[in-house]
């Protein structure tokens, strides 16, 4: 037996378990050691603390119970058999501190108050006071609560202030929460925005349409409607504007037949996706202009810089400026009828005939001779070889 220094309790000294094993039977051996394991654990032999069951000796130890002889005398030496008993802490009462942690959020026709949980052990109740006003001296008890959290209904909308504080068991009223009050506000009444919706207003949010109808151009199939909608980030399935203002809108899909006023910039639409045959127009101005393939009945250019350019039938009468150079023309493409100049210029040149004359007094270049011809259309000179 072992003695307690502090109560002079005598318990038990349990002793180690020893390991048991059994050679032909291994699932035997596993039960022996879980046993051991258990027991060890729960008396304080091994693992930790906080797993070890607590006695009759631990309760008495720390003075949570006592132990009572036949006539109700305390024993406190050596187990003569009485009956341990609960110990009576001993009554306490004081001015409770002030709450902390008040929290006001508003609901519908509510305000819903939130504060930390007390834990002084004399904790009776607490009080909430309110005012419509930031003044503690204006405010009324409106209602106390065992927990730290209450609901304060209200017939309307409206705003208050409001105060809590502590009562303990003896009924001592504790330190508000603050000077100020923290300020909460409801919603409007459900059966008052009910009433408001329904009216028979014409300037009522929603009306109802009794049958299928046609609102600026627009099929509207009868039921509630709301007359103005502001909405800041939603998602609707079917949604018919009579008369609306979008300032940004995302369309998965629109049909272009519903598109029957209005101008749409080009700048909003995607590159690469307007095929040629989707223009249909009188007049075509754009600042620049890609063109893989062009068939053009009658064009106007003003000021052009071209590639390469395929024309089938070019009227000269439109060349007007600029020079044409000579290696641009085909070979033996230009006939001597064609060319009417004083002077003629040229390095090398293949002649037939060149006469200064076509009748009378005249000079003749014909293959290798020269010939001079008089007024009579006489030769009277050739020279070269014929």
């Keep these: 037996m072992a003695t307690s220094r502090k109560t002079g309790l005598r318990h038990a000294d349990l002793p180690g378990i020893d390991r048991a ?85 508003p609901g519908l026709a509510t305000i819903i108050l939130e504060w930390d949980q007390p834990t002084f052990a004399y904790f009776g109740y607490a009080e909430i006071w309110r005012s419509s006003t930031d003044n503690l001296g204006d405010a009324v008890r409106v209602g106390q609560t065992l927990a730290w959290i209450y609901a304060d209904p209200m017939d309307a909308s409206a705003t208050f202030y409001y105060w809590i504080r502590f009562i303990s068991t003896g009924g001592k009223p504790g330190p508000f929460n603050s000077v100020g009050g923290v300020s909460g506000t409801t919603s409007l009444d459900p059966t008052y925005l009910i009433d408001v919706l329904s009216s028979d207003n014409p300037n009522a949010l929603l009306y109802e349409i009794p049958e299928p109808t046609v609102i600026n151009g627009v099929p509207v199939p009868a039921g509630i409607y709301m007359r103005d909608l502001y909405v800041a980030n939603g998602s609707m399935t079917n949604l018919k504007l009579a008369n609306g203002a979008v300032d940004t809108l995302k369309v998965s899909s629109l049909s272009a037949e519903k ?33 893989t393939t062009a068939y053009v009945g009658t064009a106007n250019i003003e000021n052009a810089a071209i590639t390469d350019a395929k024309v089938a039938n070019l009227n000269a009468a439109k060349l007007t400026a600029g020079f044409l150079s000579a290696d ?49 259309n006489v030769l009277r000179v050739r020279l070269g070889i014929w």
């Design 328 to 376: 641009r023309l085909a070979a033996s493409s230009i006939t001597a009828g064609k060319l009417n100049v004083s002077t003629l210029s040229a390095i090398t040149a293949t002649i037939g005939v060149l006469r200064t004359a076509t009748s009378g007094s005249r000079l003749e270049i014909r293959d290798n001779l020269l010939l001079v011809y008089d007024s009579s």
């Design 259 to 291: 598109i029957t006023f209005g101008e749409m910039h080009g700048d909003r639409i995607e590159a690469n996706t307007l095929d040629a045959d989707r223009i249909t127009v009188e007049t075509l101005a754009a600042r620049l202009a890609v063109i």
């Design 21 to 105: 094993r059994f050679p032909d039977n291994q699932s035997a051996t596993r039960f022996a050691e879980q046993v051991r394991q258990t027991l060890e654990t729960r008396f304080g032999k091994a693992g930790q603390k906080i797993d070890r069951a607590v006695t009759w000796g631990d309760l008495v130890e720390s003075g949570i119970v006592s132990m009572r002889g036949p006539k109700g005398q305390i024993i406190r030496v050596d187990d003569p058999g009485g009956d341990f008993i609960p110990t009576t802490p001993p009554e306490v009462d004081g001015i409770p501190p002030a709450p902390t942690g008040l929290h006001v959020t």
